[in-house]
């Protein structure tokens, strides 16, 4: 199997050297075609250069405009894939040929997540003709973008009404009942498990935080050491019981509050 050629396309050079490690440390044998630094140069390389990479990682705003300006002008013909630290240009990106959207900081599990879905979409169709398994590629990647829930439809006051995700503080399970308090201090019972809706909201805006709670991230007010490497969150409005993050899942909420 030859290497994966890889472009990457990012304005900060550190991260892209990072980005190159990582590539490296997941497979030693791929291969770092070129590491292209903002949308001119971006748009020069892929004028002259059609067929020789197989997969390019893009951050989205690059020093002279918007990576999508690139595609624009030449035609990208291969996947992408979208390192980036801005959440709200997914939809766009996943216009212009992308089949994954990476949040900054991002570690090696994310980008290894990445790769391997990429290999295996090409496996699954490697019979096909490059134009038929590129068609399908995207076309698999983009029925699986995940549509998160705007609104819950809960009970009140004997009338059920639809309740905002967005306005939504915290989700917490008692006694098999889930909850899910408001902003402004209201509380309705939610008919999902938290295992549940921790699959249907926004995990750039939730986060799960222990057996009991998934919190919002506009809900967090400050953050306290705790016992033994935890972290105890506060939130608003303030819960009965104290929000402990546990000292394993303390590098992933760093990560997440980091976005």
């Given at each position: 199997m030859n290497p994966l050629r890889i472009?990457?396309?990012?304005?900060?050079?550190?991260?892209?050297?990072?980005?190159?490690?990582?590539?490296?440390?997941?497979?030693?044998?791929?291969?770092?075609?070129?590491?292209?630094k903002g949308v001119n140069e971006s748009i020069a390389w892929f004028t002259l250069n059609q067929t020789n990479y197989d997969l390019v990682l893009m951050d989205i705003r690059l020093a002279d405009g918007l990576s999508f300006d690139i595609f624009k002008k030449v035609t990208i013909n291969k996947p992408v894939v979208f390192v980036t630290a801005y959440h709200d240009y997914a939809i766009e990106a996943f216009k212009n040929n992308g089949i994954d959207y990476i949040l900054k900081p991002f570690d090696e599990q994310e980008i290894k997540r990445a790769l391997d879905k990429y290999n295996n979409?090409?496996?699954?169709?490697s019979e096909e003709s490059e134009?038929?398994?590129?068609?399908?590629?995207?076309?698999?990647?983009?029925?699986?973008?995940?549509s998160y829930k705007r609104s819950f439809l809960v009970n009140y006051r004997d009338k059920l009404v639809p309740l905002e995700t967005t306005k939504i503080a915290w989700f917490y399970t008692a006694n098999e009942i889930v909850y899910g308090h408001t902003a402004d201090g209201q509380q309705y019972i939610?008919?999902?498990?938290?295992?549940?809706?921790?699959?249907?909201?926004?995990?750039?805006l939730f986060f799960r935080a222990n057996r009991q709670f998934i919190i919002n991230r506009t809900a967090i007010k400050e953050i306290d050491f705790y016992f033994n490497g935890r972290f105890s969150v506060k939130i608003n409005p303030a819960p009965l019981d104290r929000v402990l993050i546990s000292k394993a899942r303390v590098p992933a909420f760093k990560s997440w509050m980091n976005r």
């Open positions: 472009v990457i396309i990012e304005d900060e050079p550190v991260t892209a050297r990072n980005l190159a490690h990582i590539l490296l440390s997941i497979d030693i044998n791929i291969n770092i075609v070129d590491m292209l979409l090409v496996r699954a169709y134009t038929i398994k590129f068609t399908k590629l995207l076309e698999e990647f983009k029925v699986g973008i995940k939610m008919d999902f498990t938290l295992e549940q809706l921790e699959e249907q909201v926004d995990p750039a």
